[in-house]
């Protein structure tokens, strides 16, 4: 799991060109067209991505729209403070979506229980710890709470990165019937910047399955070199996984102790549970 606004892990796709203007030229072919809407999500995802400001001309890039569709838009949005204009002309995410934000997060009581006990694993291992999500075949960074050391990792809150890459995108769907898993992974899973990351999609839905049952995912060196990710799931009454909580740390002091710290993280995420009223398994002694 690993960042973007330090930038992320994932590896870049190539960009398309802005699509050019053909009002006034006859359609060689039919083609779909796409909303309003779907463009400002469109928009809304290219600069959540990027993870700074950005000229209208490099979000039109980056969604394949005519740059004059994407002004358009673009103009609508800073005008009700879903977007906003830096000193310098660029585009940014405007204040009222941090207020969305809030009111969202604070609907989420599971998420007020993980930013505890996140905070008291990364506090008790001095590492970094991540809570992370599933979100359009992607995994999420939900919340982070950053060690005290020299080491950083890539990921921040938002940033997102194929299942196949990290430890907690093989839980998040772990809980899911042999065939989908299989057909989840065959639609999403994409080679990594160290191409070590596992594509075949009835490997990785066994290797989700089997982690879901250790109750432990590990992940060294997949998407960037020199860095692992241990993670455990935490799991509803039904047995699905809601979430996941991680700790990302050096490869090589995860080699060293990763029966450490995987038991350490398999208290955290039962107490969580158990805090919950959700699935109950029984702790670890160790923690």
């Known amino acids: 799991m690993i960042r973007k606004s330090r930038q992320t892990a994932q590896e870049p796709e190539p ?11 006859p359609a060689a072919a039919p083609r779909t067209r796409t909303s309003a809407i779907d463009r400002a999500v469109q928009i809304l995802d290219a600069l959540q991505e990027t993870n700074r400001p950005i000229t209208a001309y490099e979000i039109a890039r980056l969604v394949g729209a005519p740059l004059s569709t994407v002004y358009s838009i673009i103009n609508d949005l800073v ?60 995994m999420v960074v939900l919340q982070m709470a950053e060690g005290p050391g020299h080491f950083r990792v890539t990921s921040r ?67 960037d070199a020199s860095v692992a990710c241990l993670a455990a799931p935490v799991l509803d009454q039904a047995g699905d996984c809601v979430f996941t909580i991680s700790i990302v740390m050096p490869e090589a002091k995860a080699l060293q102790s990763t029966e450490r710290f995987g038991d350490e993280l398999k208290v955290v995420a039962a107490r969580i549970e158990a805090r919950l009223g959700w699935q109950r398994r029984t702790p670890d002694p160790a923690g």
């Open 15 to 25: 960009a398309a060109e802005p699509v050019p203007d053909t009002a006034d030229q």
């Open 79 to 138: 005008e009700k403070n879903l977007l906003a204009r830096t000193p310098d002309g660029a585009i940014w995410l405007g204040s009222r979506l941090y207020g969305y934000g809030l009111t969202y997060a604070s609907s989420l009581d599971y998420l007020a229980v993980a930013h505890e006990e996140m905070n008291r694993l990364s506090a008790q291992v001095g590492e970094t710890v991540q809570v992370c999500g599933l979100e359009e075949g992607m």
């Open 157 to 223: 809150v938002g940033s997102r990165v194929p299942l196949n890459w990290t430890a907690s995108g093989r839980l998040l769907v772990g809980h899911l019937p042999d065939a989908e898993r299989i057909a989840y992974f065959a639609r999403y899973a994409k080679s990594s910047p160290t191409a070590r990351a596992e594509t075949r999609p009835n490997v990785l839905a066994r290797m989700a399955r089997e982690a879901l049952d250790a109750r432990l995912s590990i992940q060294i060196g997949e998407s």
